[in-house]
């Protein structure tokens, strides 16, 4: 069930950034300034004014992008979409962001309707964080009331660019799980990825549709974001969904793209989870033919497929193969650590990082929305003093990577099909 409404301080120390030069205020640099991760030493150096000189930089800096997402100049406008973009993947700026939600959006909006192509892309995505960092409530909603009508029209808009549908098709759904606490409005929303990745489907006839790369890949993301708002569907939504779609995904297994074969893979592992987390004793008519086709795909050795795609493809397919017994992952960040456990949960953890990127694991430790998320509680503080005490050496760190690069090596090894090996060589 989506989570109820609840408006909580996020703010707190953020990370120093480098002192804000004349250059970088530059139109022509605007699209390179996007390095707000790597500069914490200025406020290691100078304690708390030089954190506070750093803080001062960082929002003259995001004002400067806030004020060129309306330059009459498409670069500068991408370069300033850019950067807000990877501020708000690395760092936490409820405070800053928050007395500002409102022109950022409207600068979004302007974006999505008038600009072209990337920029669209790029208006969307940040659209995503903005709501990340707002977290679940009052101004987020007020934020998703705007951009939500518009994200639905250019993704159900045939003539609209074919990037900016896609971009807007993995962007509502991640926003609809943050903002939305309708649940009916949820179900809305996954009817619009229905009638997207349907035409996917095989025809009455048995045939299968013809469509060009692009196109597969709209629909593979209308799939996965379709997937994602699955997880807080009600247990009647989840038995209505299985009933109209597990006879049909399997089929999308056969596709071309391998995109799409691992997203349905893992959907179909996803509907099997929600099914038996209600019912157990669960049962799918024709399960042994759908082991044959994931096994298949699991040791798939086809030669006109590229090598990326079918290491990639097996590597997914033996986890889907194992669905009742999900191969865990642990995520480690600061001082603590997260277990993905499930194909939800993955989900989930997926779609996140796939908008905050490397900045995930701060999110986790500082983002409370997240923290909520995953049911981490509070953030946990951890002062510098115990964060160097915790560093290791390089030697120390080189003889640990080594051990777990030979154990790692080793528990692959006993789930390698060796024939399939010597078959492609």
Known sequence: MPRSKKRSSRGGPHGAVQPFSDEDASIETLSHCSSFSDAMSVADEGGEAGEETAQEDLQYKLNVFIDSTVDKSAKTRQGALDGLKAAMATRILYEFISDRRMTITDSIERCLKKGKGQEQCAAASLACLL?????????????????????????????????????????????????????????????????????????????????????????????????????????????????????????????????????????????????????????????????????????????????????????????????????????????????????????????????????????????????GVFELGPPVLVDTATLKSMKISRFERHLYNAAAFKARTKARNKFRDKRVDVGEF
């Open 131 to 371: 709501c990340i960092q707002l977290g679940s409530g009052v101004e987020s909603e007020e934020v998703f009331k705007t951009l939500k009508p518009i994200f639905k029209n250019i993704l159900l808009d045939g003539a609209a660019n074919i990037q900016t549908r896609q971009a807007c098709a993995t962007s509502l759904g991640l926003c609809t799980l943050v903002v939305e606490d309708d649940i009916l409005d949820v179900y809305a929303t996954m009817e619009s990825f229905e009638s997207l990745f349907m035409r996917s489907y095989v025809k009455e006839d048995g045939s299968c549709p013809s469509l060009n790369p692009q196109t597969t890949l709209l629909h593979t993301n209308a799939l996965l974001s379709w997937a994602l708002l699955l997880t807080i569907c009600t247990g009647s939504q989840v038995k209505a969904v299985t009933r109209k779609h597990l006879p049909k995904l399997p089929r999308l297994l056969e596709n071309d793209d391998v995109n799409m074969r691992i997203a349905a893979g893992e959907t179909i592992a996803l509907l099997f989870e929600l099914a038996r987390d209600m019912d157990p004793a669960f049962e799918y008519d024709d399960w042994e033919p759908l082991c044959d086709k994931l096994n298949s795909l699991a040791t798939d050795c086809n030669k006109h497929r590229a090598k990326t795609d079918k290491r990639k493809q097996r590597s997914v397919f033996r986890d889907v193969l194992k669905e009742r017994d999900f191969q865990t992952e642990t995520i480690r960040f600061s001082t603590e650590r997260m277990t993905i456990d499930s194909w939800v949960r993955k989900r989930t953890y997926d779609a996140f990082r796939e908008f905050v990127g490397s900045g995930m694991n701060y999110h986790l430790q500082a983002n409370e929305f997240i923290r």
